[in-house]
């Protein structure tokens, strides 16, 4: 059984120079959640326990829809 996993994540559209707000509400669901997000220039990451993770991923979601996102994808894979 897989306790920890790590998911890779793009909210779209992007914006140039300063994330979205639309980027900013997902993220900012995730880190709600007490998990550290680690944004980079096309990406964020987030690691942490399986069940942790994937509530706060539909929160994700859930917030960066409501928030004008047109696209996320996610990619989950176990832990290193």
Do not use: W, Y
Request: charged fraction near 15%; proline fraction near 6%; include cysteine.
């Amino acid at each position: 059984m897989v306790n920890t996993c790590r998911v890779e994540f793009v909210i779209e559209p992007f914006s140039d120079g300063q994330p979205g707000a639309h980027v900013l509400a997902g993220i900012s669901a995730i880190e709600a959640q007490g998990l550290m997000v680690a944004m980079g220039p096309f990406g964020s990451v987030v690691e942490g326990p399986t069940e942790a993770v994937s509530d706060a991923i539909s929160s994700m979601v859930k917030s960066a829809m409501a928030d004008g996102a047109n696209r996320v994808l996610v990619e989950v894979t176990t832990a290193p």
